[in-house]
T-cell receptor, first 117, second 113 residues
Framework: DADVTQTPRNRITKTGKRIMLECSQT?????MYWYRQDPGLGLRLIYY???????NKGEISDGYSVSRQAQAKFSLSLESAIPNQTALYFC????????????????FGPGTRLTVL | KQEVTQIPAALSVPEGENLVLNCSFT??????LQWFRQDPGKGLTSLLL?????REQTSGRLNASLDKSSGRSTLYIAASQPGDSATYLC????????????FGQGTTLQVKP
């Protein structure tokens, strides 16, 4: 079973619709992240969370919101989708490495391909 | 502002060749550097992570080196195989260990049989 799962894997929606992308992890990591990937622009950080009560904006948070429902779950919402939010979205997790020696290695989910028409 | 650059953007080699992928970063104050592999339309698979205090890491046919002072990392792939064809991404985390990865644009590798 995958350690980091994302649902849905593919989604086509229309401009103005509200969309939620979900991420779950079984790695027991406190830190979770949302990235988007665009051709020519690479991967960019949208939001990140160090624990359930600690949520931070990333490089490109405008138009997005997040919810950390539990240690294992981190959701990304597009309140009113627009076409330039068409992208591949990735969730990732990490352990900060304070005790486990993992030094914040990040593990990614399979991605959600979102198309906004 | 940290910027990560990968050269070349694309590379095509015959099977069996040893090859080197390059990654450079503008701010040498990093916490770690991570190399990933991405297959078309797929997620990212972590290949190697180098802590800021380390010079290299090895996993099978892969060897990654880090020279913080010059802002460079290389990923060496020995005896390349068609199954190595993918996009390789490098990413760094700043010295504060905020966890925020800054990615390069990637090198797309094709290994021809």
């Amino acid at each position: 079973d995958a350690d980091v799962t994302q649902t849905p894997r593919n989604r086509i929606t229309k401009t103005g619709k509200r969309i939620m992308l979900e991420c779950s992890q079984t790695k027991g990591h406190d830190r979770m992240y949302w990235y988007r990937q665009d051709p020519g622009l690479g991967l960019r950080l949208i939001y990140y969370s160090f624990d359930v009560k600690d949520i931070n904006k990333g490089e490109i948070s405008d138009g997005y919101s997040v919810s950390r429902q539990a240690q294992a779950k981190f959701s990304l919402s597009l309140e009113s989708a627009i076409p330039n939010q068409t992208a591949l979205y990735f969730c990732a997790t990490s352990d900060p490495g304070l005790a486990g020696g993992s030094y914040n290695e990040q593990f990614f989910g399979p991605g959600t391909r979102l198309t906004v028409l | 502002k940290q910027e990560v650059t990968q050269i070349p953007a694309a590379l095509s080699v015959p099977e069996g060749e040893n090859l080197v992928l390059n990654c450079s970063f503008t701010d040498s104050a990093i916490y770690n550097l991570q190399w990933f592999r991405q297959d078309p339309g797929k997620g990212l698979t972590s290949l190697l992570l180098i802590q800021s205090s380390q010079r290299e890491q090895t996993s099978g046919r892969l060897n990654a080196s880090l020279d913080k002072s010059s802002g460079r990392s290389t990923l060496y792939i020995a005896a390349s195989q068609p199954g190595d064809s993918a996009t390789y991404l490098c990413a760094v985390i700043g010295s504060g260990n905020t966890g925020k990865l800054i990615f390069g644009q990637g090198t797309t590798l094709q290994v021809k049989p």
